[in-house]
């Protein structure tokens, strides 16, 4: 018979073991001593977890502790290396690729623009294996793979519904042929459900169960956490708030062909420079650029305004929401007014659905807004909700997408790696 047995030594000491490297993950590098103070074993019996720790691989050396009388403290951290995993970022533009180590830190990456003709499977291998070289390594050192698209996955079919505007990405053998092409294990995984995850461990949501992230770039979505698990609904859908109906916009038929809903274009990129237009405020200059680039109102202006929305609907949008955050009165103080209910307005229909404890703020275009923009949300919400959940914006600005890709590969590679029972 093989395995542990509840209550027994083995299994105390794998317990042990895990206790040990989270800590070490949570703290960094520590002594002996500390180590058995933090899980509450005896000097004796951390120093031979270490032994067997660094004996498996799973720990090393890593300096000493100085600054008190007597010997220096050997201290002791995960070893780095023992695992290797990589996340990539999937857009209509390219994909950005990236690889961290047992710890978590990216040790490589790499951005691959979209080029017509290439394949999706093609593309993904290509900046995987640049981002491992970039790290040192080979593909075939990775021990995990988490890819994050827009839209998800349908569990039954296997193809990739609500992202129509992902190109390439939409043959019913693409899984089949990206686990051929790839020598780890992969998972796929909704992007804004992976910015929920990177809020949810290093953010914003951290020590909250039950919370909604609210995204904003290209496209509105939102990630439902709850009882701390990501719920994705019967087919993926779950969060595609982007085809919610609204009041005061006309019902959208067949949303799933125009790929687009009423809360979308109420709420979403396409409709900040319209707004702004409508109040009169133009398109603000570029940063270092000279006074008469695109500043001012009227006519010139919101015509400014149009023309940088059409070239980039999300960098106008940015834009136009800082500098309004930054100078907020008059028209900007109205103009935020106004987007602060638009966006409410979506919010109030998740929260009368799943009272979440809180409202993640994410994404470019909503975080553009700051604390100003986050206020008047949160003061409509009180208006138009039953309940009344405590908006925060995300904190986690790198590329929030990726790193969820990454901590979600961590955090599977950890349980199998840390997993000393079978040593």
């Given at each position: 018979?093989?395995?542990?047995?509840?209550?027994?030594?083995?299994?105390?000491?794998v317990?042990?073991d895990?206790?040990?490297?989270?800590?070490?993950?949570?703290?960094?590098?520590?002594?002996?001593?500390r180590?058995?103070?933090?899980?509450?074993?005896?000097?004796?019996?951390?120093?031979?977890l270490?032994?067997?720790?660094?004996?498996a691989?799973?720990v090393?050396?890593?300096?000493?502790?100085?600054?008190?009388?007597?010997?220096?403290?050997?201290?002791?951290?995960?070893?780095?290396?023992?695992?290797?995993?990589?996340?990539?970022?999937?857009?209509?533009?390219g994909?950005?690729?990236?690889?961290?180590?047992?710890?978590?830190?990216?040790?490589?990456?790499?951005?691959?623009?979209?080029?017509e003709g290439a394949?999706?499977?093609?593309?993904?291998?290509?900046?995987?294996?640049?981002?491992?070289r970039?790290?040192?390594?080979?593909?075939?050192?990775?021990?995990?793979?988490?890819?994050?698209?827009?839209?998800?996955?349908?569990?039954?079919?296997?193809?990739?519904?609500?992202?129509?505007?992902l190109?390439?990405w939409?043959?019913p053998?693409?899984?089949?042929?990206?686990?051929?092409?790839?020598?780890?294990?992969v998972?796929?995984?909704?992007?804004?459900?992976?910015?929920?995850?990177?809020?949810?461990?290093l953010?914003?949501?951290?020590?909250?169960?039950d919370?909604?992230l609210?995204?904003?770039?290209?496209?509105?979505?939102?990630?439902?956490?709850?009882g701390g698990?990501?719920h994705?609904?019967?087919?993926?859908?779950?969060?595609?708030?982007?085809?919610?109906?609204?009041?005061?916009?006309?019902?959208?038929?067949?949303?799933?062909?125009?790929?687009?809903?009423?809360y979308?274009?109420?709420?979403?990129?396409?409709?900040?420079?319209?707004?702004?237009?409508?109040?009169?405020?133009?398109?603000?200059?570029?940063?270092g650029?000279?006074?008469?680039?695109?500043?001012?109102?009227?006519?010139?202006?919101?015509?400014?305004?149009?023309?940088?929305?059409?070239?980039?609907?999300?960098?106008?949008?940015?834009?136009?929401?800082?500098?309004a955050?930054?100078h907020?009165?008059?028209?900007?103080?109205?103009?935020?007014?106004?987007?602060?209910?638009?966006?409410?307005?979506?919010?109030?229909?998740?929260?009368?659905?799943?009272?979440?404890?809180?409202v993640?703020?994410?994404?470019?275009?909503?975080?553009?807004?700051?604390?100003?923009?986050?206020?008047?949300?949160?003061?409509e919400?009180?208006?138009?909700?039953?309940?009344?959940?405590?908006?925060?914006?995300?904190?986690?600005?790198?590329?929030?997408?990726?790193?969820?890709?990454?901590e979600s590969a961590?955090?599977?590679?950890?349980?199998?790696?840390?997993?000393?029972?079978?040593?």
């Open positions: 018979m093989t395995g542990t047995t509840p209550g027994t030594p083995s299994l105390l000491r317990m042990n895990r206790a040990a490297l989270d800590l070490l993950l949570e703290h960094g590098p520590l002594s002996r001593t180590i058995g103070r933090l899980t509450g074993l005896s000097k004796p019996t951390a120093s031979q270490l032994a067997r720790l660094e004996a691989g799973l090393m050396a890593s300096g000493t502790a100085g600054g008190r009388p007597g010997p220096n403290a050997q201290l002791y951290g995960v070893n780095p290396r023992a695992a290797h995993v990589a996340g990539l970022d999937v857009t209509p533009s994909i950005v690729a990236a690889v961290a180590d047992l710890t978590g830190e990216v040790v490589g990456s790499h951005v691959l623009p979209y080029t394949g999706a499977v093609d593309r993904v291998t290509r900046a995987l294996g640049a981002a491992a970039d790290a040192g390594l080979e593909r075939r050192d990775l021990h995990r793979v988490v890819i994050a698209t827009p839209g998800s996955f349908d569990p039954g079919s296997g193809a990739l519904r609500y992202a129509d505007h190109p390439g939409h043959s053998t693409l899984l089949e042929e990206l686990a051929a092409a790839l020598p780890m294990p998972e796929y995984e909704n992007d804004v459900n992976l910015a929920a995850v990177a809020e949810q461990r953010g914003a949501a951290r020590g909250h169960g919370f909604v609210l995204w904003n770039e290209e496209g509105l979505g939102a990630a439902l956490v709850l698990r990501l994705r609904g019967w087919t993926g859908g779950a969060g595609e708030v982007g085809f919610l109906p609204v009041p005061g916009h006309p019902l959208v038929r067949h949303v799933a062909q125009v790929n687009s809903g009423g979308q274009e109420l709420a979403g990129v396409q409709a900040v420079p319209a707004m702004a237009a409508a109040l009169g405020i133009g398109a603000p200059p570029r940063r650029a000279g006074a008469g680039a695109g500043s001012g109102s009227g006519a010139g202006a919101t015509a400014t305004a149009v023309a940088t929305a059409v070239a980039s609907p999300v960098a106008a949008a940015v834009a136009l929401l800082t500098e955050a930054e907020p009165e008059g028209a900007n103080l109205l103009f935020l007014r106004q987007y602060a209910t638009a966006l409410a307005t979506g919010i109030a229909s998740l929260v009368a659905v799943l009272d979440p404890e809180i993640v703020l994410s994404g470019a275009v909503t975080t553009a807004g700051g604390d100003v923009l986050r206020s008047l949300v949160e003061a919400l009180a208006d138009l909700a039953p309940s009344r959940p405590r908006l925060v914006s995300g904190t986690v600005r790198d590329r929030p997408v990726l790193r969820g890709a990454l961590l955090a599977t590679t950890r349980d199998e790696v840390f997993d000393t029972s079978r040593r």
